[in-house]
């Protein structure tokens, strides 16, 4: 029988006592967030302070022109400067840079990346630290697709997404089935982004990626099951544009694709 | 080794014994010749069309099983309000 799921450990996860002594860093990339950045701070800040756990955000700015970083500015104010870091850069210079940046101002054991749009929302955050400490898993990432966790995970609800048609979940059904079977990656959803990292593992795989955008983040995990780093997965609930609708051109299918098949020939 | 590289080994390997048995230069021991020669010729295609009939399959369940959850999206919009009044008490400027 799995040893984790006996009525011993369902019992036992989640239930413990004794306090969390690790400190966890959000990485925060923003780019005209003045209204989404004071509300995804707002919930990362309760989630932290409901589970008792040291908390810090990294809020990486490029150069926004709507006044991001004065809002950013205000919620130090409100939250304490050593809470919530500002880390501005010069200009509009990707999510992978943002990221590097960052990390070095991580004071923290574990980065949470994620988007700040509302698409991942920071109540998962709690699940994915309770998996990593069950099973001492260097990656835990959120998976829209599934409906139960891996390995297993007391209290997970089924993921979903919400604000997609049909047509668009064909597509991504679609897209994930030809990267599974190109690439066998060992998750479920692979163009996710919110995932929670050990620091060293996110320092090591972040210097070996040369791909952009949302590549990126396939390669990151492409990357980690291949040098044997250990992986997990949650459900989480997806809420696509909250504001807005959503579009998928023809040139982020090809883009899609050449970024498979770059993956495909170097990892 | 990358993925493409060891890909390509183990289907180059399959391929050269399959052609070898196609044009009987190595002998299956087991069935009969007239069989395996009709059916030999035949095993590309069957490979694809179970190769095809499966990815259908998938993505039609995978479709099928697709969740949506509107709760999530009710649930985080009253959040949402919740998260500007505490915010405006704090001095913080949203909207």
């Not at chain 1, 500015?73 to 943002?98: N, V």
């Not at chain 1, 079977?181 to 990292?197: E, I, K």
């Amino acid at each position: 029988m799995n040893p984790f799921a006996s009525p011993v450990s369902l019992n036992m996860q989640g239930q413990y006592n004794t306090p969390n002594t690790h400190k966890y860093s959000v990485i925060l990339p923003t780019y005209n967030e003045r209204k989404n950045l004071p509300i995804i701070i707002w919930l990362l800040a309760k989630v932290f302070e409901e589970h008792q756990l040291a908390w810090e955000i990294i809020v990486v700015d490029d150069a926004s022109p709507d006044g991001t970083q004065e809002v950013a500015i205000e919620l130090a104010r409100a939250y304490g400067e050593d809470k919530i870091l500002l880390k501005p850069r010069a200009g509009k210079l990707g999510l992978g840079t943002a990221y590097i940046h960052g990390l070095d101002f991580c004071t923290g054991d574990f980065v949470i990346i994620m988007d700040a749009d509302f698409s991942h929302h920071p109540k998962f955050i709690p699940q994915f630290i309770r998996l990593q400490q069950a099973h001492n898993l260097d990656i835990v990432t959120g998976t829209r697709y599934r409906s139960t966790s891996t390995p297993y995970l007391a209290g997970a609800r089924p993921g979903g997404v919400h604000g997609w048609d049909l047509k668009r979940k064909i597509v991504s059904r679609g897209a994930n089935f030809l990267a599974a079977t190109v690439l066998n990656p060992g998750v479920s959803d692979l163009t996710g982004s919110f995932r929670l990292y050990r620091l060293p593992v996110l320092r090591h795989i972040i210097t070996l990626t040369q791909s952009r955008g949302y590549v990126f983040q396939m390669e990151m995990m492409v990357r980690a099951r291949a040098l044997g780093y250990t992986v997990g997965e949650v459900p989480i609930t997806f809420v696509d544009r909250i504001f807005g609708e959503s579009k998928l051109g023809a040139d982020e299918v090809v883009g899609y694709l050449k970024g498979v098949w770059q993956l495909f020939k170097s990892v | 080794m990358a993925r493409f590289h060891r890909v390509a080994i183990y289907s180059s390997i399959l391929i050269s014994i399959y052609l070898l048995v196609l044009f009987d230069v190595l002998p299956i021991p087991l069935i009969d010749a007239s069989i395996a020669q009709e059916i030999l010729p035949v095993i590309p295609w069957w490979l694809l069309v179970s190769f095809g009939s499966y990815s259908l399959w998938s993505l039609g369940w995978g479709v099928f099983t697709f969740r949506d959850c509107p709760e999530a999206y009710q649930e985080l919009l009253q959040e949402i309000n919740e998260a500007k009044n505490d915010l405006r008490s704090r001095a913080v400027t949203v909207d």
